[in-house]
């Protein structure tokens, strides 16, 4: 089953829809972090204690170099948690992530804006791979086209990164990626709760609370 995450540090979001939803865990990034103003101390218990102990977190290194980012990974990896490690899939990003993989770290390679980044990326080792959805779209290209493009790039040649989404502003642009094939995706919180607010479904379901009760009042089904 496609693995389900929330883009969010947001402790109340999580709880709203890990009710409802299978969430597997949360993607965060330093951006993310700093506007919730909730560090991974208090985070990452408060999660487990909502979604469970297998929850699985993806978490970025903040360092700049390649040996900073492979010893931040080490020390992230050491929390007691299933933790994922973000790396941005920049020059120096790839290095690192070659470095960790030796040493059989889980990591996502994030900041994807194109499918031959994403390629790179997956040849590096990366288990999993971040293309930014909207923000490509919003530079004027195809956010969820270089997603089918890299799905493409990786059945074609035989690499079992998974591709993980992010960056959504609307269900359509999240649609599309699904029906790429990707195996997993993350979603703010807002997108999440659009993906089941059509507005035909309310007065839908208040019609037939007022049909079942004109005829058999407060009566529950199997009471009629
Ligand atoms: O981790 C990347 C993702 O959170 C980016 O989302 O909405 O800032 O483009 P956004």
Redesign the pocket.
């Known amino acids: 089953m496609i693995e389900l995450y929330l883009?969010t540090a947001d402790v109340g979001q999580v709880a709203r829809f890990s009710a409802c939803l299978p969430v597997k865990g949360i993607?965060t990034?330093p951006?993310?972090l700093a506007q919730a103003d909730t560090g991974l101390s208090q985070l990452l218990p408060a999660v487990s204690m909502i979604i469970g102990p297998y929850t699985r977190f993806h978490v970025q290194v903040v360092s700049q170099t390649v040996d900073d980012m492979v010893a931040e990974a080490a020390q992230i990896r050491a929390l007691p948690y299933d933790i994922v490690v973000k790396v941005p899939a920049t020059e120096i990003g790839l290095a690192a992530i070659r470095k960790m993989k030796a040493d059989n770290i889980p990591v996502l390679a994030?900041a994807i804006y194109s499918a031959q980044q994403g390629f790179l990326a997956a040849l590096c080792g990366a288990d999993y791979l971040?293309p930014?959805v909207?923000?490509i779209d919003a530079m004027g290209a195809d956010g969820a086209g270089a997603v089918a493009d890299l799905q493409l790039l990786l059945d074609r040649h035989g690499l079992d990164s998974k591709i993980l989404p992010?960056?959504?502003?609307n269900t359509q642009q999240v649609v599309e990626v699904l029906k790429a094939g990707v195996a997993a995706i993350?979603l703010?919180v807002d997108v999440a709760a659009q993906m089941f607010a059509h507005p035909a479904v309310q007065p839908a379901v208040d019609r037939f609370t007022q049909d079942w009760q004109g005829v058999f009042g407060n009566k529950l089904s199997f009471e009629s």
């Open positions: 883009d993607t990034n951006s993310i994030t971040a930014y909207n923000r992010a960056s959504f502003k993350t703010p």
